[in-house]
């Protein structure tokens, strides 16, 4: 690509990981994807793994674009740094749909665990837990923002970290 010396992957990797998000390798170019694998060796998932994408009905799944994305990493020998797995703005009606504390929460550790289980082993970045910070989720939105659904359905912090916690195992 022109650069002269090593990039920021190459001088660090000795010391830490350099990443970007996205979920590679769909919808990016041929100059995108060499710029990626040239400069980087972890990718975070954007949204291929949110319920929106994969999980778009009770039972249904599609994991065309995850399984791309883990596969591509392994071919080209990149991590994959776990991301939020449910985010309440990706999340179809149907996940809160009879929107009682238990149904939500069975959804939710269907979800993660369905996710998490199928990907396991593949990666050993993608292994680990990713949660994001209970203020936040206590925290919901700001003047131009709904409330999550989630915190809707449970109340704040209500049952998400359970959820959370079923599927470090």
């Given amino acids: 690509?022109?650069?002269?010396?090593?990039?920021?992957?190459?001088?660090?990797?000795?010391?830490?990981l350099i990443g970007t998000a996205g979920?590679?390798?769909g919808n990016y170019s041929d100059q995108e994807i060499d710029l990626a694998k040239e400069?980087?060796?972890i990718v975070t998932p954007e949204n291929c793994m949110k319920p929106a994408l994969v999980h778009p009905g009770e039972n249904t799944w599609r994991f065309d674009r995850p399984d791309a994305l883990v596969k591509w990493c392994a071919?080209?020998?990149?991590?994959?740094?776990?991301?939020?797995?449910?985010?309440?703005?990706q999340t179809n009606n149907w996940f809160f749909r009879d929107g009682d504390k238990a149904t939500v929460t069975q959804r939710l550790k269907d979800h993660i665990s369905t996710?998490?289980?199928?990907?396991?082993?593949?990666?050993?970045?993608?292994?680990r837990r990713?949660?994001?910070?209970?203020?936040?989720?206590q925290r919901p939105?700001?003047?131009?923002?709904?409330?999550?659904?989630?915190?809707v359905a449970e109340g704040p912090g209500?049952?998400?970290?359970?959820?959370?916690v079923q599927v470090r195992s």
């Fill in 130 to 137: 990713q949660r994001s910070d209970q203020r936040r989720r």
């Fill in 158 to 164: 209500a049952g998400i970290p359970d959820a959370c």
């Fill in 75 to 89: 071919d080209n020998n990149i991590a994959i740094h776990g991301h939020t797995l449910v985010w309440h703005a």
């Fill in 1 to 16: 690509m022109g650069q002269h010396g090593p990039t920021i992957k190459d001088a660090y990797k000795k010391h830490f």
């Fill in 141 to 151: 939105g700001g003047p131009d923002r709904e409330p999550p659904r989630f915190l």
């Fill in 39 to 41: 400069n980087f060796n």
């Fill in 23 to 25: 979920d590679l390798p």
């Fill in 115 to 127: 996710l998490v289980g199928r990907y396991k082993g593949e990666n050993p970045e993608l292994g």
